[in-house]
Every structure is written in structure tokens, then in C-alpha cells.
């Protein structure tokens, strides 16, 4: 069993400071959902689609919500997001969209592809874990998944 | 008045005196054309004047009444678009030959005058009689020696047995032999024959000397009328026979009769030439006229066409009703070659590409700007004849457009053959000249589409850099800002047993400056967005716009403690995402300079004026100095310290850019601690 099993959250952040910020966060808010985090788009599609470094471990059938960062490099959010929603399974799994601004013309694309839910993330350290908790606690908890 | 009516005044008053329609325009010195009319006109009839027959000044036409002294002779009409120098000229040249047919029209009365002078008191005899010989006029000599009235004589002809003529040697002169008679059959003037004739008032013979003149009318070979012209030698003729020594008197008074009849039938000649040549150039002038008329059509179409094709059309158009042409090819000069618009026959052997310049007559023309008349386009050695042979056409004349350095030529067609004269080329080249300021005019239009599509593309890619800037900006200033206020925020939860009080507050301050810089990136993109290069207008309910902004930025509590107060408002015309921001930044700001009040007050209230609304939005906050009001727009320029009130100082330079943008004004006024009001227009959104 791969470190990545049983995975319940995705991150895909490429700043490690964004992320470690994100995932404190969410433990902080007893969210002890599983969380794995890659740091570009290549990785993201390698974990979800089961391939390169990620070709030994199974789907991940635990997958409950996607947390993407729109720029990544590589292969960057949208075109991740296009992926995971043109894949019949993957389709289902809710995927937040995170920016850091709201000036981004990427916004409408990303709803065009099927983005679940789109946030900018706040510059306020207070309202960013806010944003981030709200975020866990409506999708993995609220939020009811097919069964 | 336009140049139509112009038109119809004029012709309600021309009756049948001449009518010159000549085409000028958009000079704004009427007085200089009237000078140049004046001037052309005075050239050929000194005593002209001028003046306007419609006492209201004009702008782009009128009706002029040519005069001299009460005398009036005809009328100016001129009107219409784009005037070039060949117009006036040819303006010039019509009032010249109006002048000249005024002249020639006095000329030929004063002959008349003196003609009926000499008519009347010449002793010699003169009768009319017209081509079947009967006695249309006569002179009271002709009277006088006939011995017979006029009403006696008219109607009369040669052939009356009557005249009881005689020839010199006594036998019977019948009527066909009289020289009048004899004139009119050969059509020959019948000079000095003599022959005597009954006069019943003395009961005597007459004898006399006769020339008969025929007279035609020009273009016609028949003679219409015949005038004899005689005297009377009855005196001579008995002196001569009576005494030797009186002969040599006698055949000196014979000479002297000879001579006073020719110099008579030479003003008669005269006089019937003057007038032939006053019908000649009165119809001239009525060609002249006609040509003109058309000519003003061609120019007004012209000057409204928008493509090459239009010109060429109305080019062919107007030269068809000229000249009867058959075809017009405009030529375009690209470069070192040319292209032809237009005349369907010619264009498929041409296929519309560009030939070389030197390669044919066509291009020639344009290269020397010379006028060339083709008579024949299959003898012409200038003609590649390969293609002429399938030209269906006879004559070419091919005019160079704008000579001086010609851009265009155009070429005139015929199916028959077509020899243009000096006036005729003259036409072709005025009509030539009116097609060059068209194609000016399309070409200068097709160059400022062109400058202004080169502009807007690079203002759009400088809009496209400005936002990929702002969207850099957005992204990658405001992460690291997160991670600062973030890692404090670990700082203070993980690590907070092992910081006192100060570091705790160094932690709160940068915490503090990491947000206010949050703050200032978010500022800056609204300005910069309030730039954005597109707007959608659209009305805007104000009063639920500035109640909604409102509602969005307070808290309940708040909402409590503010007296809010917002009038019922007509709508305005705006972007809404931008007039949105003017409300976000005024009531924001009205909130926060009276967030020190006990009460705060806030009072939005609107008031139309014309087609335009001014919107106000008051509190009684902090206020300001009014002395510093023009710096209140300036980007980070405060009227407060940071301590006082928090702010980047961008918000009212977004609002006055917007409001700008829309055309609106903004203003506002102040009292330092007794608040503030701010105004701004906006036109009204239609009756909602």
C-alpha cells in the first residue's frame, strides 16, 4: 500500500507554503480527512489517472474532493481540470478551482469545464483559513456524495 | 438655399433668357465666385452687373440675375458639391460665351438699327422678295422709282405682266428673265442689269441698274430669299443718249451707283452672317448648358460614391450622356503599374491584373500625363493588337486623372469612330477631374480606416499587456502576502509561550502591513480595471444599486447604528460593474469618515437636470479642508493620515475615472468636521 491509498483530499499547489498553510489548516479544523498534495499539473494527472510514479497504486476510489490551483507548472489548472472532467469517473469527484486573484479571465473557463466551486484565496490569514475550513467542511461533509 | 433650389428659382424667373447652371461649392467666399463670374463676364460685355436674386446670403448655392443697367439678361445658377479649378473654368468659359452671345446679340441690333437707317433714306431702291418671288418688302426708294405703293408691290412677283419690263434694246424683258428671278433659279447674283420698267405714278418708263443677290440660309443650298438692289438711271440714260460730252459724267455716277449698291449688299451680307453666327452660339450655349447640367449631376454623384466601381460607373454614366460614349475604364495607378475598373468587355482580356505602366497607351498616358485620342484602336500601333482585335470597340481617348502627377487615367470608349474636339476633351478632362477627387476622398477615407484599425490593434494589444500585468500582479503579489500574514498567524498560535508582549505586537504589525498591502494590490486593480477598454451601457436602478452596496459592506450592527437614508432615484446609463465600484468606494468612504460620529449620518439623494442626473451621497464624518479639494482625485492623495482613518488614497481616482469614462462630472464639498458631499452626473437611463 502506496503512502498515497486511501487519500481523501487532493492538493495540487505548487507554492509549499500556500500548501502547508492549506493543510495546516485543515487539521487544525479536525478535518482528519487524508490529504495529498502534488505540486504540478503533471503529477496530478499521474496520481489521478494511476500512471508515471503513481502506475503502481490503484484508482483512488477514497477520493472524495479536488482542491486545484489554477497556475501550475507544466501542465497547468485548467487543462487538469479538462482531464478530470472529460474522464467518466473522475467527473463525479467535486473539484474546487483556487486562485490567488479575482482578476483571473480563467474564471468563466474554469465553470465552462465543469468546475465545481471557484475561490480566490484571501490574503488575510484569518479569512484564508476560514475559506479553507468552510471549503472541507461543506465538501467532504456537508455535501452528499453518490453513494 | 441648396443648389435645387437654386435651380427652380432661377428658372422661374429665366422665361427665355439664358440659363447657366454651373457647379461650385462649399467655398464659403461667395464673393470670390461672384468676383470670377463678374470678371469672365466683364472680359466679353463690359457693363454687366451681378447681384443675387434672393435677398438671403448663401451658403452652398444660389440663383444669381445677370444685368446691364435695367436691362436683365440672364440668370446664374450654381450649387452643389466638391468644386476642382477645371470646374471653374468651365464656369469661366460658359460666362465668356454668354457674355459673347449678349455682345453679338447688341452688335446685331445695332446693325439692324443702322440697316434700317440706311434702308429707309438710301436712294437707291431695295426690294425683298422671297423664293417663289413674291415681294415680301421694299423701300421707300424702291417706292419712290417703282411709282407703286408697298401694299401695292407685296405679294407681287416678277411674273406680273405689269412690270411691263423692257430690256436696253427695247424688246420685252419677261418675267422669268428679271435678274430676281434668274438669281433665285441659279442661285448666282445677277449684277448690274439694266432694264426699264412702267412707273404708273409718272406715266413714264423707268430705267435702271439692278443687282439681285440670292440669300440662303446656312446649311441650305436653296436660296429662301432674293434682295435687288437698284437706281435709277433714267437721267444718265437720257443724258447718255442725248449729249456725247455728258457721257463720261453719266458713266462716273453709273460707277458711283455700282459702287454704293455693293457696299449695301455687303452690310446685308454682314448683317445675315451675324445673325446665323448669333443662332450658332446661342446653340452652343445650350450644348454648353446641357453638358453642364450634366456635368453638376456627375459631380454630385461622384462625390457621393465610396468605391472605385461607383466612380467608374458614374464616370461612364456622365460621359455616355455627354458625348455618347460607349465605355469608361478606370485605371488605377499601383506603383510602376496600373489596373483597370470597369467596362465589361474589356476587363476579361485584361483579366483585372496589373500591367507595367510603359506597356501599353493606357499607362502611357498616366506616365506622360498626356491626354491621347485613339481614333482607331486596331491602327494604333500602341494597342498590343493581339487584344485590340477583340476590343469591340472603334475610338479611345484616354485622359490622365489629376495631370499634374496623375494616379489614374481614365479611358473613353466609342463603337464608332470618335474624333473629340479642343471643348469636347476639355469635357472629358473636367469629368476626369471631378472623378479625381472622388477617388481622393476614398483613398484618404481608406487611409484613415486603415491608421485608425492600426491604431485600435495597438491599443488593444496594450490593453491585452495591461491586463496580463494586472493578473501577474493579482497572482504573485498577493501569495507571498498570505504566506506572511500566515506564518505570523503559526507564529503566534504554535509559539506564542515563548513570545512576550512586544513581539507579539511586532507579529500584530506585520500582520497589519501584510493586509494593508492585500488592500493596496486590490485598490490598484480596480483602478486599473476601471480603465478596461470595454463598457456596456445599460440603465442602472441606482437606488437598489447603492442600497445593495450598502448592504454589502455593513454588518447588521452597523447598519443599526448609521441614520441611512437613500431618496427614490431616477436610473442612470453605465456600465453597471463600474458604476458599482463609484457606489463601493463613495458609500465605503462615507462609512468610514463617519465611523467616528456618535451618529453617523448618510444621505443619498438624487436631482435630474435635462437629460442628465446628479447623484449625491453626504455624511457628517471628518470632512475635509475645501482648500485640498483638487488634490482629492489625484491617486494616493489623503486628506487623513493612516492613523485617523485607513486608506490607499486610490478609491476617488477610480470614481472619477469611471464617472469620466461615462462623461459625467464629479465634484464634491466639505466642511473638516462637518462632513462631506460628493456629486456626480450621469445621463438618465430612459423612462424606466
Known amino acids: ?147 | 438655399m441648396n443648389s435645387d433650389a437654386a435651380l427652380r428659382l432661377a428658372n422661374l424667373h429665366a422665361n427665355d433668357l439664358f440659363l447657366l447652371i454651373c457647379n461650385l461649392s462649399q467655398m464659403s467666399n461667395n464673393d470670390k465666385i461672384l468676383e470670377i463670374f463678374l470678371r469672365s463676364l466683364q472680359a466679353v460685355y463690359p457693363d454687366l452687373s451681378l447681384s443675387y436674386l434672393s435677398p438671403e446670403s448663401v451658403n452652398s448655392g444660389s440663383a444669381l440675375k445677370i444685368s446691364s443697367g435695367e436691362k436683365d439678361f440672364g440668370f446664374l445658377s450654381f450649387g452643389s458639391s466638391e468644386p476642382g479649378e477645371s470646374d471653374l473654368s468651365l464656369m469661366q468659359n460658359a460666362c465668356g460665351m454668354l457674355g459673347l452671345i449678349l455682345r453679338k446679340n447688341e452688335q446685331s441690333q445695332e446693325k439692324q438699327n443702322s440697316f434700317r437707317i440706311l434702308f429707309e433714306n438710301m436712294t437707291q431702291g431695295v426690294v425683298y422678295q422671297d423664293a417663289k418671288g413674291n415681294i415680301t418688302s421694299a423701300n421707300p426708294a424702291a417706292e419712290r422709282i417703282l411709282g407703286l405703293s408697298l401694299d401695292q408691290m407685296r405679294g407681287r412677283t416678277s411674273m406680273n405682266p405689269e412690270w411691263k419690263a423692257i430690256r436696253e434694246n427695247g424688246e420685252n424683258l419677261s418675267g422669268e428673265h428679271h435678274p430676281a428671278m434668274v438669281a433665285l433659279r441659279t442661285g448666282k447674283p445677277v449684277l448690274n442689269s439694266v432694264q426699264g420698267i412702267y412707273n404708273p405714278e409718272i406715266e413714264s418708263q423707268v430705267w435702271m441698274a439692278v443687282d439681285s443677290i440670292p440669300q440662303f440660309l446656312s446649311g441650305s443650298s436653296e436660296p429662301y430669299q432674293v434682295i435687288s438692289v437698284f437706281s435709277d438711271i433714267t437721267l444718265q440714260r437720257g443724258a447718255q443718249l442725248a449729249e456725247s460730252e455728258a457721257i463720261s459724267d453719266s458713266v462716273k455716277m453709273l460707277d458711283e451707283s455700282i459702287r454704293t449698291r455693293k457696299a449695301l449688299l455687303s452690310v446685308v451680307e454682314d448683317l445675315q452672317k451675324t445673325e446665323a453666327d448669333l443662332s450658332d452660339t446661342k446653340a452652343n450655349l445650350e450644348i454648353l448648358n446641357s453638358r453642364l447640367q450634366e456635368l453638376v449631376y456627375a459631380v454630385k454623384n461622384l462625390s457621393a460614391a465610396r468605391t472605385m466601381e461607383e466612380i467608374q460607373k458614374v464616370t461612364a454614366a456622365s460621359a455616355k450622356a455627354l458625348l455618347y460614349c460607349d465605355g469608361v475604364t478606370l485605371m488605377l495607378r499601383e506603383g510602376d503599374s496600373y489596373r483597370a475598373v470597369g467596362v465589361d468587355p474589356i476587363l476579361p482580356l485584361c483579366g483585372g491584373k496589373p500591367f507595367p505602366l510603359e506597356s501599353w497607351i493606357n499607362g502611357q498616358s498616366i506616365l506622360n500625363k498626356q491626354i491621347a485620342v485613339v481614333p482607331d484602336i486596331l491602327a494604333d500601333a500602341k494597342l498590343p493588337q493581339d487584344l485590340a482585335k477583340d476590343i469591340p470597340f472603334k475610338s479611345l481617348v484616354l485622359v490622365p486623372v489629376n495631370p499634374d502627377d496623375p494616379f489614374a487615367a481614365l479611358g473613353y470608349y466609342w463603337s464608332k469612330e470618335f474624333i473629340p474636339t479642343a471643348n469636347e476633351i476639355q469635357l472629358l478632362q473636367t469629368l476626369a477631374d471631378a472623378a479625381a477627387k472622388a477617388i481622393q476622398n476614398i483613398q484618404l477615407v481608406d487611409n484613415l480606416e486603415k491608421n485608425v484599425k492600426l491604431r485600435t490593434s495597438e491599443l488593444e494589444i496594450v490593453v491585452k499587456e495591461l491586463e496580463s500585468f494586472s493578473y501577474s500582479v493579482s497572482h504573485d503579489l498577493r501569495a507571498p502576502l498570505r504566506v506572511i500574514d500566515g506564518y505570523v498567524q503559526i507564529l503566534l498560535e504554535d509559539f506564542s509561550s515563548k513570545l512576550d508582549g512586544e513581539g507579539k505586537r511586532v507579529c500584530g504589525v506585520i500582520s497589519d502591513s501584510a493586509r494593508k498591502m492585500g488592500r493596496l494590490i486590490d485598490d490598484l486593480l480596480a483602478f486599473s480595471r476601471s480603465g478596461k477598454a470595454s463598457m456596456e451601457l445599460s440603465p442602472i436602478d441606482m437606488a437598489a444599486m447603492a442600497r445593495s452596496v450598502f448592504s454589502e459592506i455593513t454588518t447588521e450592527n452597523l447598519r443599526n447604528h448609521i441614520d441611512f437614508s437613500l431618496d427614490k432615484m431616477p436610473p442612470a446609463m453605465g456600465d453597471p460593474s463600474l458604476i458599482k465600484q463609484v457606489w463601493l468606494n463613495l458609500i465605503g468612504n462615507a462609512i468610514k469618515f463617519s465611523s467616528k460620529k456618535d451618529r453617523p449620518v448618510i444621505a443619498i439623494r438624487s436631482e435630474r437636470k435635462g437629460d442628465e442626473v446628479i447623484f449625491s451621497i453626504s455624511d457628517n464624518g471628518a470632512g475635509f479642508d475645501m482648500k485640498y479639494a483638487e488634490k482629492l482625485f489625484g491617486v494616493f492623495q489623503r486628506m487623513h493620515s493612516q492613523d485617523e482613518f485607513e486608506g490607499t488614497g486610490i478609491g476617488l481616482a477610480i470614481v472619477q475615472r469611471i464617472i469620466a469614462r461615462h462623461g459625467g462630472k464629479i465634484w464634491a464639498s466639505a466642511e473638516p468636521g462637518k462632513g462631506a458631499a460628493f456629486y456626480f452626473t450621469l445621463k438618465h437611463g430612459g423612462e424606466a
Open chain 1, 1 to 147: 500500500m502506496s503512502e498515497s491509498d486511501g487519500m481523501e483530499i487532493l492538493l495540487v499547489e505548487d507554492n509549499p507554503l500556500d500548501a502547508e498553510l492549506t493543510i495546516r489548516t485543515l487539521k487544525n479544523r479536525n478535518l482528519a480527512s487524508p490529504i495529498f498534495r502534488v505540486s504540478d499539473g503533471v503529477e496530478a494527472l499521474d496520481f489521478l489517472f494511476c500512471r508515471g510514479a503513481f502506475a503502481a497504486r490503484k484508482f483512488p476510489e477514497t477520493l472524495r474532493l479536488i482542491l486545484l490551483d489554477i497556475k501550475l507548472p507544466k501542465i497547468d489548472g485548467l487543462e487538469v481540470l479538462r482531464a478530470i472532467k472529460t474522464d467518466p469517473v473522475l467527473k463525479k469527484i467535486p473539484t474546487v478551482m483556487l486562485s490567488s486573484s479575482r482578476e483571473d479571465p480563467d474564471i468563466k473557463k474554469a465553470y465552462d469545464l465543469g468546475a465545481n466551486s471557484y475561490v480566490v484565496k484571501p490574503v488575510n490569514f484569518d479569512s484564508f483559513s476560514k475559506c479553507v475550513s468552510d471549503l472541507g467542511m461543506y465538501w467532504i461533509i456537508v455535501n452528499q456524495r453518490i453513494v
